[in-house]
C-alpha cells in the first residue's frame, strides 16, 4: 500500500502562486502516472496535469499555460506549480498515483485551495 501526503494549499488572491507537493510513502515502480485532480462539490473530480515515468505531460485546457507539474530530485515526490489563479482554480486538490498496467489507483487526503477575488 502507498500513502500519498499533500502539501502546500491554502488561500490566495487572484493572480497569485502556490506550490503543492505530494510525496509517496514508498518508492514508486515503473510505468506509472501521477497526477493532480481537483474536486469542486457539485462538480466531477477533474484531472488537471499528469506526469508520466517518462516525464511526459498533459494538462487541463483551463490550466495549459497557468500551471506546471514536475517532480522532485526524488522519484516519489511530485510538484504542482499553480501560476495566475482565479478563483475558478478554488478546489480541493488531490494526488493521483496510477499504475497502467495493473489498474491500481492510490490517491492523497486532499489538500483545500482558495483563490479569492
Known amino acids: 500500500q502507498v500513502q500519498l501526503v499533500e502539501s502546500g494549499g491554502g488561500l490566495v488572491q487572484a493572480g497569485g502562486s502556490l506550490r503543492l507537493s505530494c510525496t509517496a510513502s514508498?518508492?514508486?515502480?515503473?510505468?506509472?502516472?501521477m497526477g493532480w485532480y481537483r474536486h469542486v462539490p457539485g462538480k466531477q473530480r477533474e484531472l488537471v496535469a499528469g506526469?508520466?515515468?517518462?516525464?511526459?505531460?498533459n494538462y487541463a485546457d483551463s490550466v495549459k499555460g497557468r500551471f506546471t507539474i514536475s517532480r522532485g530530485n526524488a522519484e516519489n515526490t511530485v510538484y504542482l506549480q499553480m501560476d495566475s489563479l482565479k478563483p475558478e482554480d478554488t478546489a480541493v486538490y488531490y494526488c493521483?498515483?496510477?499504475?497502467?498496467?495493473?489498474?491500481?489507483?492510490?490517491w492523497g487526503q486532499g489538500t483545500q485551495v482558495t483563490v479569492s477575488s
Open positions: 493521483n498515483l496510477h499504475y497502467p498496467l495493473t489498474r491500481d489507483d492510490y
Open positions: 514508498r518508492t514508486i515502480f515503473r510505468f506509472h502516472i
Open positions: 506526469i508520466t515515468d517518462g516525464d511526459s505531460t
